[in-house]
């Protein structure tokens, strides 16, 4: 173990590790975790949780078993520190691409992949386009690199990057804990064209000064029709980075055609079964969820730019208007009749069900099981100013709300890896560890009051400013109301299975779910802000600055085919 020290290196601020016993200033290690219940085993299929993937002419394992190289702990920062390790258990056959790094503050569930050169048989065809080449798909290094050391004698931390031949690309960095070079049969690089570009994702470690840093790392391209494959390694460097600049590694490139890692139909149905999420809703919550059909058996009614008069929607959806893009010349409203209006506006939970896309993502190394919530409705906005909450009459609401969360689950084990909360304009994605979890492995979802966005556990979540207590309240609660989506479900795409899945008429309309609405905000805001002690009343302008758009205006929303996450990565 090591202790790590300030120091200079190079006239610029640095750090550096003391090797000490364990039994002096011991850094906390972290724990393996696992999920509350063991995975089951799942239905036949192709490759779906066999431990392996293929990605054309490379074949790769996800290796889970590390040995600690070394950890330290900063000065100044996290008493924690991070440990960085060396993957080990690789099976014969297989080499390793780089080293794993990772927060002590955090359970042990990180990988590496290690891959080996598949040969493939006569009828195989790897991609659209032929490599023309003989070179192998891997190679050892030329040599190595130092990128950084803490040069304070024995014990100190050295990052190595690979020298790759001429056509190659590396894929990780390895770490010592000595100045001796790696042996160059420690890592193998990959041929170039079978692989992507990658860019920095999570600050693991930086000094106080910035002089050196170490991220994750993740495709630069992502999304269902990408093929960029994360590798599980760490990037460091001592200079600064640039957003979307191309790094010194790369990440692997999926060229099979068949993704046959992904689910098959009746692997889908288990997935879901086994991990689907328990939506709580608010216990004061007004305006619930409740099935498409239910929607439009009740009155819904479909508007043409130019008429009057809303027509009825058949309960299929089967005569909206299919394809095309949001020209604005059709939208969805409640029923006329006040009556028939109140009793949509307030939904229908007893007939609510999450509406299932399933797709690849990361190259087909992960299926994203994305899981979609209607509400006919989305109430009026409440507002935090300082110690004072404001529940808004109007401002806020709107006909037709699209929420949804997405489950992210590794093909190497069918283990859930993370879940992903949208919420409003944003979202935010959550390692296994740090979910709850209900009946087993099902994760809780908590559905915010009146907004319906999506969070990971029970409590006031602000949107707007945090520093200054100014924006619109998330609450969230555990209550009575809630839908269980491992039996309350419809699968409604699942493009990469070709045919097997059809899609409702409904999820074609990709036009408008609700009326345009503009909001009055001003004048009720000015009355709100009149009210606010002097000091945080500095001037109109910039508290309106603070409050979200959706308090001055709300298109009507769209559909989820409609949405970037639909085809694109979620947004983080």
Known sequence: ?????????????????????????????????????????????????????????????????????????????????????????????????????????????????????????????????????????????????????????????????????????????????????????????????????????????????????????????????????????????????????????????????????????????????????????????????????????????????????????????????SGGTNDGAFWIDLPRDDNARKNVRNGNLESAELYVHVKPALGGTFTDIVMWIFCPFNGPANLKIGLMNIQMNKIGQHVGDWEHFTLRISNFTGELWQVYFSQHSGGEWVDAFNLEFIEGNKPIVYSSKHGHASFPHPGIYLQGSDKLGIGIRNDTARSNYFVDSSTRYQIVAAEYLGGVVTEPCWLQYMREWGPTIVYDSRSELDKIISLLPLFVRFSVENIFDLFPTELYGEEGPTGPKEKDNWVGDERS
């Not at 050169?117 to 790897?126: G, I, L, P």
């Not at 000595?178 to 999570?202: H, S, Y």
């Open 1 to 321: 173990m090591f202790e790590l020290l300030g120091g200079k290196m190079f006239g610029c601020e640095c750090f550096c590790w003391r090797k000490h016993t364990d039994h002096q200033y011991p850094l906390p290690q972290p724990q393996p975790f696992f999920l509350p219940s063991p995975i089951p085993e799942w239905p036949l299929g192709q490759g779906f949780g066999t431990g392996k993937i293929n990605l054309g002419e490379l074949e790769v394992v996800k290796i889970t078993e590390f040995e600690r190289v070394w950890s330290c702990s900063l000065l100044r920062g996290k008493a924690e520190g991070v440990t960085f390790y060396k993957p080990v258990g690789i099976p014969d056959g297989f080499f390793c691409l780089g080293y794993y790094c990772q927060p002590n503050d955090q359970p042990l569930r990180g990988y590496v992949l290690a891959a080996r050169e598949r040969v493939a048989s006569s009828t195989e065809v790897y991609c659209d386009y032929d490599s023309d080449t003989d070179f192998p798909a891997l190679r050892k290094p030329v040599n190595y690199s130092l990128i950084w050391s803490t040069d304070c004698g024995s014990g100190c931390g050295f990052f190595w990057l690979p020298n790759q031949p001429l056509g190659y690309k590396a894929m990780g960095i390895l770490v010592t804990d000595t100045q001796d070079e790696p042996d160059v049969e420690e890592v193998r690089c990959v041929r170039e064209d079978l692989t992507e570009t990658c860019e920095i994702m999570d600050t693991i470690l930086a000094t106080d000064a910035n002089t050196f840093q170490v991220w994750t790392t993740r495709p630069c391209k992502r999304g269902m029709f990408c093929k960029g494959v994360s590798v599980g390694t760490f990037f460091c460097c001592t200079y600064f980075i640039s957003e979307n600049q191309e790094l010194e590694i790369a990440c692997l490139k999926n060229l099979d055609p068949s993704l046959h890692a992904m689910p098959n139909l009746d692997q889908i149905h288990a997935v879901i079964k086994h991990y689907g999420a328990t939506v709580f809703f608010h216990p004061k919550e007004d305006c619930m969820p409740s099935s498409v059909q239910w929607f439009f058996k009740n009155g819904a009614l479909l508007y043409k730019d130019g008429k009057v008069n809303g027509e009825p929607i058949d309960y299929l959806g089967s005569n909206l208007p």
